[in-house]
């Protein structure tokens, strides 16, 4: 019945690691995002992916990259990871790519990064 | 750039009371405005999605004001609960790929 679900929804890695978090959608939306709340509760967009059209946030590290093997799924591959990493991600997802359309969150993950 | 901004930070507020809640936005060529909720260690919950072409939306006991001219969204709580007890965030489009500007949120505590 889960709308967006993320796995895992803890993650502890140690510094340089690479991990992945994935999200998959089962609403037939044509668009997935990723955002990241820091420590201070602050939401912020990494990316928005449509058809193969990858939007990135001129902030987020080449580190950070999303990977999508079909519409309903939109993984993030992080690699050597760092302590400012250390956040929880949400997965969203909209119908369309247009403005106009409502945003559904996942559950989120929370990384910790030691 | 948009920039969107919620206040207060923080409410207390007894229960049965009726309270309004702030967010404001610089760019006023908004498509919508969406609010939402966050229960703590949780994710977002969709609360209300009001197109720029309206002025309220309503869901039950709560109630969504835009006016772009201004730059100012309010979120309006009726009969507040305990249960209402959340983090209220509101977040606007920007730039391209429908990509959500959120404001930093208003932590509401509703006592019985």
């Known amino acids: 019945d889960t709308a967006v679900s993320q796995t895992p929804k803890y993650l502890v890695t140690q510094m340089g690691n690479d991990k992945s978090i994935k999200c998959e959608q089962n609403?037939?939306?044509?668009?997935m995002y990723w955002y990241k709340q820091d420590s201070k509760k602050f939401l912020k967009i990494m990316f928005s992916?449509?058809?193969?059209?990858?939007?990135i946030n001129e902030t987020v590290p080449n580190r950070f990259s999303p990977k999508s093997p079909d519409k309903a799924h939109l993984n993030l591959h992080i690699n050597s990871l760092e302590l400012g990493d250390s956040a929880v991600y949400f997965c969203?997802?909209?119908?369309?790519?247009?403005?106009?359309?409502?945003?559904?969150f996942g559950p989120g993950t929370r990384l910790t990064v030691t | 750039k948009q920039e969107v901004t919620q206040i207060p930070a923080a409410l207390s507020v007894p229960e049965g009371e009726n309270l309004v809640l702030n967010c404001s936005f610089t760019?006023?060529?908004?498509?919508?405005l969406q609010w939402f909720r966050q229960d703590p260690g949780k994710g977002l919950t969709s609360l209300l999605l009001?197109?720029?072409?309206?002025r309220e939306q309503t869901s039950g006991r709560l109630n969504a004001s835009l006016d772009k001219s201004s730059g100012r969204s309010t979120l309006y709580i009726a009969a507040s609960q305990p249960g209402d007890s959340a983090t209220y965030l509101c977040?606007?489009?920007?730039?391209?790929?429908?990509?959500?500007?959120f404001g930093g949120g208003t932590r509401l505590m509703v006592k019985p």
């Open positions: 760019d006023s060529a908004i498509y919508n």
């Open positions: 969203a997802s909209s119908l369309r790519v247009v403005h106009g359309y409502e945003q559904y």
């Open positions: 609403l037939g939306h044509d668009t």
């Open positions: 009001i197109q720029s072409s309206q």
């Open positions: 992916y449509n058809n193969k059209e990858l939007i």
């Open positions: 977040a606007a489009p920007t730039g391209a790929g429908n990509m959500l500007t």
